[in-house]
């Protein structure tokens, strides 16, 4: 770590490193301060709080400056050369004792398409597809879900074509605060020219005082409601018939799975007035055009993947894909969610989302790599984290902090334990850091170049505005060098086969080298069908939209036309059954939700060491019903004590009616109270995402 750390700022046009909107960000000479340029999303070169502090995190003091090593128990300063040769044999002697299968890598959604693809590609020469990214606790259920019904796990429409909706539907987000730009500067303005917003939400929040119908829907009983909401489309003649016809099949099926749909009886087990349901069922299924938007409230449960599957269905119905203001639109929580998965940071996906069990896919991968991936999926991150110093023996985790993002996390820490070797990749000594055997210090946003995918996947390019301080390197150099080093001693004969189409390498004989992220990109697009007619010098300034096949001149915009992107010309109507929520509710207690709020973001140690963000902190307090308040003698301002079976935390308390009866929330953004100590870890059984949304908690005044 270091004081205040020295570099040199020059101002150039890049990405705001936190949410996945997308915004272009540069530095202010004028303020020291980050500030918008006229980018592809924030056309009028807006931002938000969050994007006007970026640059603060990498001038505080804490900031790691040198790689740490542990002896004797203790993290003490190396060189790189050492801290370099430690990771390698680490990870090495692993692979070489318990196999390829013992390493286990955690790619990083809040870093460049470049550095995940490397970091991928590392694992896999390694020989194993255990390796994910923090989008597996996210997004995980909706990407699934929309690959098996439509063939691609992203928005369907465009942030440009989407205010042409007559209706809103926002599921489990709160784009006000957690999409801010998004909001005000496409959804806002549409609704003020009068498109309705239906809001599906526990709380209360700024996205519901914009609302025309707020549905405050009890955590965990999002599929009753959105059955009951098809059930009214269906008993009202609301569904499009053409559509139905043309574009789907099984619908006879479908409709019989709703015969015991009661309307009402599933309004109250989901917490809604009944008349508001059929109110929002009405005005979504009346629509010539209706645009929904889902986020992690209904993506981060056991039944993840079944929620969403239940919202497919709503947009089928009603002929509402395929088309301008219209498609179902998951709304990204960090960077580069996007594109960390459309690289292949992930466990059974080879870049382009191709199935690593795809024979094909394999052999085409390995014309370009010079070697075959693994063909056997491998272990989701929460997985990992469960047959850690088991089944897995080392780890390099790449800036993510499983030790305060995870669910369960007294579990969690006593397994990185419990590993052999850790290697953690950061800006800071995170919660995960504390663990590692070797830390090093990674580069932040505004030190790199490459580029990264927002939320309705559009390719940008970021570009450095601040020199390193200390002895930091760059990320993308980090990994090139680990990966250049590890393979050449742990891998016997590996390299680029005889005749193989390799990018631009520093040497020819290295399959992890290259020239810098452009080079890389250039392989990556090779790799990868979504991104095949892309090139990085023609997303300059501006933008480059997947999917953009490699003989067609621009990418396309709203999916699934004549077809859907599995090339298939109709998809199922699948009937979904409730799933209760897997921590049972006992007496006195209330079910726990989590969320971001505008001022800080997730639990990243980089928004958490903003100052200007801190000066906004005050929004880490339990939210909670006057009902729910009362009977436990809890006050607004009182400090309680919020606990189960896996933990406690300490925290303050804000009585007021936001909150549905029966539920409290609090954010996951920090260490201090660390939500996650309460949080439960049951997977959803198709995603593996785990349940984040309803844990069933004790609350009670301190003392």
């Not at 059955?227 to 009214?232: D, F, I, S």
């Not at 997303?539 to 298939?568: C, I, Q, Y």
């Not at 539920?663 to 984040?692: C, M, Q, R, W």
């Amino acid at each position: 770590m270091s004081d205040a750390p020295d570099r040199t700022y020059e101002p150039r046009k890049s990405i705001c490193p936190f949410c996945g909107v997308g915004c272009g960000l540069t530095y202010s000479e004028d303020t020291g301060k980050g500030t918008g340029w006229e980018a592809p999303v924030n056309t009028r070169g807006e931002l938000c709080p969050k994007g006007v502090a970026a640059f603060e995190p990498g001038e505080h003091e804490d900031r790691l400056t040198q790689p740490l090593v542990r002896e004797e128990g203790t993290l003490v300063t190396a060189s790189w050369e050492e801290a370099i040769s430690r990771v390698v044999e680490g990870l090495g002697t692993a692979r070489e004792e318990y196999g390829p299968d013992a390493l286990a890598f955690f790619s990083s959604s809040n870093c460049t398409n470049e550095e995940n693809y490397l970091f991928q590609k590392l694992a896999r020469a390694l020989g194993t597809n255990n390796l994910d990214n923090c989008a597996r606790l996210c997004h995980s259920s909706t990407v699934t879900a929309m690959v098996e019904r439509f063939g691609a796990g992203a928005m369907t429409n465009t942030l440009e074509d989407v205010p042409e909706a007559d209706v809103f539907l926002v599921t489990g987000s709160n784009p006000a605060e957690q999409h801010p730009v998004i909001f005000n500067s496409y959804l806002g303005p549409a609704i003020q020219d009068g498109t309705t917003l239906l809001h599906l939400d526990p709380r209360d929040n700024k996205t519901t005082n914009a609302a025309d119908v707020h549905l405050p829907v009890s955590p965990g009983y999002d599929i009753p409601l959105l059955n009951a909401m098809a059930k009214v489309i269906v008993e009202e003649d609301l569904v499009d018939e053409d559509f139905v016809a043309e574009r789907t099949s099984r619908y006879e099926d479908f409709v019989a799975s709703l015969a015991d749909v009661d309307v009402e009886a599933n309004a109250e087990l989901a917490g809604v007035d009944p008349e508001d349901l059929r109110a929002a069922a009405r005005a979504y299924g009346e629509a010539d055009r209706a645009a929904a938007f889902t986020g992690m409230g209904m993506s981060q449960h056991h039944c993840g993947t079944d929620n969403v599957r239940a919202l497919l269905n709503l947009a089928l119905l009603t002929g509402n894909v395929g088309k301008r203001g219209t498609g179902v639109n998951p709304l990204r929580g960090q960077n580069n969610v996007q594109g960390a998965n459309d690289v292949g940071a992930r466990p059974a996906d080879l870049p382009g989302y191709e199935s690593v069990e795809d024979a094909t896919a394999r052999e085409r991968v390995a014309e370009v790599w010079g070697f075959e991936p693994p063909a056997t999926p491998g272990l989701t991150e929460v997985e990992m984290t469960h047959v850690f110093g088991e089944g897995i023996r080392a780890a390099y985790v790449f800036a993510e902090n499983p030790a305060l993002t995870e669910p369960n996390l007294n579990r969690v820490r006593a397994e990185f334990d419990d590993l052999d070797f850790l290697v953690v990749q950061d800006l800071f000594l995170t919660e995960t850091a504390e663990h590692a055997d070797v830390v090093l210090p990674g580069s932040t946003w505004a030190e790199k170049s490459g580029t990264v995918t927002n939320t309705d996947r559009q390719v940008m390019r970021m570009r450095p505005n601040a020199t390193l301080p200390g002895d930091v390197r760059r990320d993308f150099d980090i990994i090139s060098e680990v990966g250049e080093r590890v393979v050449e001693e742990y891998v016997d004969g590996q390299g680029p086969a005889d005749g193989a189409e390799h990018a631009d390498v520093d040497e020819p004989g290295s399959i992890m080298a290259f020239a810098g992220p452009g080079a890389a990109f250039d392989e990556m697009t090779a790799v990868n069908p979504l991104y095949a007619g892309m090139t990085y010098d023609d997303v300059g300034e501006g933008s480059l939209r997947w999917p953009f096949p490699a003989d067609a001149d621009e990418g396309v915009g709203v999916l699934h036309g004549e077809t859907f992107s599995n090339g298939e010309r109709t998809a199922p109507l699948i009937p979904v059954e409730h799933v209760p929520p897997a921590d049972d509710l006992g007496t006195d207690e209330l079910a726990l939700t989590t969320g971001r709020v505008l001022q800080h973001f997730n639990s990243g140690a980089f928004s958490r060491r903003s100052a200007t963000l801190a000066r906004m902190r005050g929004e880490d307090v339990l939210e909670m019903h006057p009902a729910d308040a009362e009977p436990r003698d809890i006050e607004d301002g009182d400090r309680v004590v919020v606990e189960n079976d896996r933990g406690a935390v300490e925290v303050e308390a804000a009585v007021s009616p936001i909150i549905t009866r029966g539920s409290v929330f609090l954010t996951f953004h920090y260490d201090d109270p660390a939500t996650n100590v309460l949080t439960g870890d049951a997977l959803d059984p198709e995603a593996k995402i785990p349940e984040y949304k309803h844990s069933a908690v004790r609350v009670a005044a301190k003392g």
